[in-house]
């Protein structure tokens, strides 16, 4: 069974930094679409950066210059680094992983990790 997890969340104060990780188990083809989304408390899940087989990047503005997303050389675990964090940054992060399985693509979310930036 395919299981996408992530991990590194924690509570850090404004300016600290965090390491995110998501890992995929039980399949090696998930990297086709590699991306973290976050969700805080009432509100909807946002995209928060991706990044593509070919190694193409993309952040969303509030996180720009801040965050650097990358993988590992066999693609399968992402990685999101996360620097100057604010308090607006707390949410639960989610990565998502578009994987090909028996002949189709696949979209898997993890369970979340919860990052937590105190003032």
């Known amino acids: 069974q395919v299981q996408v997890v992530e991990s590194g969340g924690g509570s850090v104060q404004t300016g600290g930094s965090l390491r995110l990780s998501c890992a995929v188990s039980g399949n090696s083809y998930c990297m086709y679409d590699m991306s973290w989304y976050r969700q805080a408390p009432g509100k909807e899940r946002d995209f928060v950066s991706s990044?593509?087989?070919?190694?193409?990047?993309s952040y969303a503005d509030s996180v720009k210059g801040r965050f650097t997303i990358s993988h590992d050389n066999a693609k399968i675990t992402v990685y999101l680094q996360m620097n100057s964090l604010k308090p607006e940054d707390t949410a639960m992060y989610f990565c998502?992983?578009?994987?090909?399985?028996?002949?189709?693509?696949?979209?898997?979310w993890g369970q979340g990790t919860q990052v937590t930036v105190s003032s």
């Open positions: 998502k992983r578009k994987c090909w399985m028996s002949g189709t693509y696949v979209t898997l």
């Open positions: 990044i593509d087989i070919g190694g193409s990047t």
